[in-house]
C-alpha cells in the first residue's frame, strides 16, 4: 500500500523538489512555506501550521505534528446497519464517479461481499451505458433505466432488488450536473429520500468523489455538496497525475470530513484506504534525513602498550531528550515552545488554550 502510494504522490514530491532539491534535518520557516505552497496546500493553512510552529528550524517531527493535525478529521466510524448497506456516489461529471464505483464494487467482491449497482445518472449522455459495461467487466448485476427517466425510481428499484437477492453492497451512481444547481439539490434530496424509503437509515453513507487535479478548487464544490444532502465521506481521484498532493491537507482541514479512499489510477484495484501516517510519512520522505552524515575518523594505530579509548559519540542525548521526542509524537500537537530546559509549553487541534509540560522524575507529564 506504502509503495502505491508513494507512486501516486511521485508528481507531488517532483513539485516539492523543484524548490529543496536537497534533503536536510532541518527547514526555516521561508523554506517550508516554499515548499508547502509548491505542493498545493493551501496558502491560508500554510500560514495556520507556520505561525503555530516556535521553532526558527523545523524538523521533521515537528512538521510530522502539523500536517497530522489538519487531518484529525479523516477518522471515520462505519454507523450500524441491517443489509443491504448503501451507498450514494456524488460529484461532479468528470471527477470519476464511474471509475471509483468500478473499485469500490471490485474492493467488495474481494472481501467476498455481493454487490448490485444502481445507474441513477441518467441525466448525463453515455453515464448508464459506462457504468453497465463496469458492470459487465466485473460480473456484478446493475439496475438502470433510460436516459431521462427518474433516478430515484432507479435507486428504489436497485435497493429492493438487493434486499430480495441478499446482497450485502448497494452502490448508486448520481447525476453531477443539471440545469441548475436546485435542480441538482432537488434531485439528491429526492433520491435520499426514496431511499430511506426503500430501507429504513438508506443511504447509509453518501460518499462524494473529488478530482485531486482540481487541488483547493475542489473545496468549494465539496462544501456546496455538503450543503446539499450532507456528505459522510470523501474519496479523492486521480491524485497520480497532479503534483497537487498537498491539497489533502487543505481539503481535510476545511471539510471536517473523513477521507475514506484514494484513487492511484485507472484499474479497478487502484484504490486504496485513506491512512494519514502513511500519506504524510510519503511526503516527508523527500524532504527530511533523520540526522547529518557524522564525518568518519581515521584512527591511528597505537602502541601495544598504549590503552585504546573506544571513540564515543560526543553529547549524546539525555534521558529527558529521549523522553521529549517520545512525548512530542501526539499527533495533535500543534505548538511548541520551550520556556526552560524542564518546561515545554504546547497547544493540542481545537485547544485554545495553551498547556505547560513538565519533565520531573524521569518523565514528561502536563502541569496543572
Same mark, same amino acid.
Given at each position: 500500500m506504502t509503495d502505491w502510494l508513494k507512486e501516486s504522490l511521485n508528481k507531488t514530491v517532483e513539485a516539492m523538489k523543484t524548490v529543496a532539491p536537497k534533503k536536510k534535518v532541518f527547514f #526555516?520557516?521561508?523554506? =517550508?512555506?516554499v515548499i508547502l505552497?509548491?505542493?498545493?496546500?493551501?496558502?491560508?493553512?500554510?500560514?495556520?501550521?507556520? #505561525?503555530?510552529?516556535?521553532?526558527?528550524k523545523i524538523d521533521r517531527e515537528i512538521l510530522r505534528s502539523k500536517l497530522l493535525a489538519t487531518l484529525a478529521?479523516? $477518522?471515520?466510524?462505519?454507523p450500524e446497519f441491517t443489509a443491504p448497506f448503501v451507498e450514494l456516489i456524488v460529484g461532479i461529471n468528470g471527477a470519476g464517479k464511474t471509475t471509483t464505483i468500478s473499485k469500490l464494487a471490485q474492493m467488495y467482491k474481494k472481501q467476498g461481499k455481493k454487490v448490485i449497482l444502481g445507474a441513477g445518472d441518467t441525466f448525463r449522455a453515455a453515464a448508464i451505458e459506462q457504468l453497465t459495461l463496469w458492470a459487465k467487466r466485473l460480473d456484478i448485476p446493475i439496475v438502470s433505466s433510460k436516459q431521462g427517466h427518474d433516478s430515484s425510481a432507479v435507486a428504489y428499484d436497485t435497493i429492493d432488488s438487493a434486499k430480495a437477492k441478499g446482497i450485502d453492497h448497494v452502490i448508486i451512481d448520481t447525476a453531477g450536473r443539471l440545469?441548475?444547481?436546485?435542480? =441538482?439539490?432537488?434531485? =439528491?434530496? $429526492?433520491?435520499?429520500?426514496?431511499?430511506?424509503?426503500a430501507h429504513n437509515g438508506a443511504p447509509h453513507r453518501t460518499i462524494l468523489v473529488i478530482d485531486g487535479t482540481q487541488g483547493n478548487s475542489a473545496i468549494v464544490q465539496a462544501k456546496a455538496f455538503n450543503e446539499m444532502i450532507g456528505i459522510d465521506g470523501i474519496i479523492i481521484t486521480k491524485l497520480d497525475g497532479t503534483p497537487k498532493g498537498g491539497s489533502v491537507f487543505s481539503i481535510a482541514y476545511a471539510l471536517e470530513i473523513p477521507i475514506l479512499y484514494i484513487g492511484t489510477g485507472e484499474q479497478p484495484d487502484n484504490l486504496i484506504p485513506f491512512n494519514k501516517y502513511e500519506?504524510?510519512?510519503?511526503l516527508l520522505d523527500a524532504l527530511f534525513i533523520e540526522e547529518e552524515p557524522i564525518p568518519l575518523k581515521v584512527e591511528v594505530?597505537?602502541?601495544?602498550?598504549?590503552?585504546?579509548?573506544?571513540?564515543?559519540?560526543e553529547n549524546p542525548p539525555s534521558e529527558r531528550e529521549i523522553a521529549l521526542k517520545k512525548f512530542l509524537k501526539d499527533e495533535r500537537l500543534l505548538i511548541v515552545k520551550k520556556l526552560s530546559d524542564t518546561r515545554i509549553m504546547v497547544n493540542y487541534a481545537n485547544t485554545p488554550v495553551d498547556t505547560q509540560i513538565e519533565y520531573a522524575n524521569d518523565k514528561w507529564s502536563y502541569v496543572n
Amino acid at each position: 500500500m506504502t509503495d502505491w502510494l508513494k507512486e501516486s504522490l511521485n508528481k507531488t514530491v517532483e513539485a516539492m523538489k523543484t524548490v529543496a532539491p536537497k534533503k536536510k534535518v532541518f527547514f #526555516t520557516k521561508d523554506e =517550508l512555506e516554499v515548499i508547502l505552497l509548491e505542493a498545493d496546500v493551501e496558502y491560508a493553512l500554510v500560514e495556520i501550521i507556520l #505561525t503555530q510552529t516556535y521553532q526558527e528550524k523545523i524538523d521533521r517531527e515537528i512538521l510530522r505534528s502539523k500536517l497530522l493535525a489538519t487531518l484529525a478529521w479523516t $477518522k471515520y466510524k462505519e454507523p450500524e446497519f441491517t443489509a443491504p448497506f448503501v451507498e450514494l456516489i456524488v460529484g461532479i461529471n468528470g471527477a470519476g464517479k464511474t471509475t471509483t464505483i468500478s473499485k469500490l464494487a471490485q474492493m467488495y467482491k474481494k472481501q467476498g461481499k455481493k454487490v448490485i449497482l444502481g445507474a441513477g445518472d441518467t441525466f448525463r449522455a453515455a453515464a448508464i451505458e459506462q457504468l453497465t459495461l463496469w458492470a459487465k467487466r466485473l460480473d456484478i448485476p446493475i439496475v438502470s433505466s433510460k436516459q431521462g427517466h427518474d433516478s430515484s425510481a432507479v435507486a428504489y428499484d436497485t435497493i429492493d432488488s438487493a434486499k430480495a437477492k441478499g446482497i450485502d453492497h448497494v452502490i448508486i451512481d448520481t447525476a453531477g450536473r443539471l440545469h441548475t444547481q436546485t435542480n =441538482l439539490s432537488n434531485e =439528491l434530496k $429526492k433520491i435520499k429520500q426514496i431511499c430511506n424509503k426503500a430501507h429504513n437509515g438508506a443511504p447509509h453513507r453518501t460518499i462524494l468523489v473529488i478530482d485531486g487535479t482540481q487541488g483547493n478548487s475542489a473545496i468549494v464544490q465539496a462544501k456546496a455538496f455538503n450543503e446539499m444532502i450532507g456528505i459522510d465521506g470523501i474519496i479523492i481521484t486521480k491524485l497520480d497525475g497532479t503534483p497537487k498532493g498537498g491539497s489533502v491537507f487543505s481539503i481535510a482541514y476545511a471539510l471536517e470530513i473523513p477521507i475514506l479512499y484514494i484513487g492511484t489510477g485507472e484499474q479497478p484495484d487502484n484504490l486504496i484506504p485513506f491512512n494519514k501516517y502513511e500519506f504524510v510519512d510519503s511526503l516527508l520522505d523527500a524532504l527530511f534525513i533523520e540526522e547529518e552524515p557524522i564525518p568518519l575518523k581515521v584512527e591511528v594505530a597505537k602502541p601495544a602498550d598504549e590503552k585504546v579509548v573506544p571513540n564515543v559519540q560526543e553529547n549524546p542525548p539525555s534521558e529527558r531528550e529521549i523522553a521529549l521526542k517520545k512525548f512530542l509524537k501526539d499527533e495533535r500537537l500543534l505548538i511548541v515552545k520551550k520556556l526552560s530546559d524542564t518546561r515545554i509549553m504546547v497547544n493540542y487541534a481545537n485547544t485554545p488554550v495553551d498547556t505547560q509540560i513538565e519533565y520531573a522524575n524521569d518523565k514528561w507529564s502536563y502541569v496543572n
